[in-house]
């Protein structure tokens, strides 16, 4: 499967943004799908996660209230809405495809990634 992430961008704190991510390919409509991120010189870190259903969601506590994961309705789309951004935000967000059906925040549990946007949070 490819992933395509798109919708990142240069934004002021406190603005939002609304990232998506496309698949192609193999079907991911059965696969649960997240958003991680990465910022210079630090570990890729879990940012949120969505079942395959789209009912099931998860998030780190450093998102929690302020971003929003949702599916497309065919499921072989997610998107990021983030909102109230804060400058250590500042990040490539990856999206990725898990092996399984149920929400993660485990990096190994997924094996399919997208090539990463960018989201610069200005202050």
């Known amino acids: 499967v490819q992933l395509q992430a798109s919708g990142g961008g240069l934004v002021q704190v406190g603005g939002s943004l609304r990232l998506s991510c496309a698949a192609s390919g193999r079907t991911v409509s059965n696969n649960a799908m997240g958003w991680f991120r990465q910022a210079p010189g630090k570990e890729r870190e879990f940012v949120s996660s969505i079942s395959w259903s789209g009912i099931s969601t998860y998030y780190a506590n450093s998102v929690k209230g302020r971003f929003t994961i949702s599916r497309g309705k065919a499921r072989s789309t997610m998107y990021l809405q983030m909102n109230s951004l804060k400058p250590e935000d500042t990040a490539v967000y990856y999206c990725?495809?898990?092996?399984?059906?149920?929400?993660?925040?485990?990096?190994?549990?997924?094996?399919?990634w997208g090539q990463g946007t960018q989201v610069t949070v200005s202050s």
């Open positions: 990725a495809a898990s092996r399984s059906s149920g929400t993660s925040y485990r990096l190994y549990d997924y094996n399919s």
